[in-house]
């Protein structure tokens, strides 16, 4: 009894077939004995899955997470079981939001916007805090294993200080052309990520897992002590 079995998914390398969580995988093999094409008889198993298809072709985008390593398998009359394998790794894709508003706010000037200001500006003498908000979209039921928000201090040695600050969630409603020190929203979620001392043309990561549970529209704020 003789058997191949092959995938194709969005990346081919050397172990194998990688594909994004969700994306459809197109499995496909062929089985022959003396009596002739056995392919229809072909059972397909995942080591982390159990059973997930039958015959010489079908599709599937309901592998779990991980790496998998899928065989196909059927047997002759006599009770002959020819097998073939292919490695399959699933991985959720990353997946990159621009902010869709942002603003700072500035204790000096309590009724002015800088909603539409090049720089954002975080400071605790004068106090200036940051808005942020985020609309995340196509994650669907994809697990998140990290999300985080970049950015990027500028050059000037000003920008560097010896707290970065911290992030959390802001609950409040805040437009990003009407906010001000006078009224923008408290910050009163939990602290998602504490930074310690930045330098001028740092890139920073802020870590804000928790706080991402899927699609939906997402709003943080920045203060420093």
Known sequence: ???EAQAKGCCACSKGIRVAFGTPLALSGTA???????SAALVWVSDRDGAIGTGRTFTTSSLSLGAHHITASASDPGGTVGSASVDVTVAVAEAVFPAVADAFTDELAPTTNF???PALQLDAQPTRRIYLRFAVTGVGAAPIRRA???LHTTTPPASAGDAGGEIRVVNGAWDELTITH???PTQ?????TTLGAVD???TVELDVTPAITGDGVYSFGL???
């Open 188 to 192: 009163d979620g939990v602290a998602l």
């Open 32 to 38: 022959a004995e003396e009596a002739g094409d056995v």
């Open 200 to 202: 001028s043309g740092q």
């Open 223 to 225: 203060r420093t002590a």
């Open 1 to 3: 009894l003789y058997c």
């Open 148 to 150: 985080f928000v970049r």
């Open 182 to 184: 006078a009224n923008k």
């Open 115 to 117: 909603g539409t200001a």
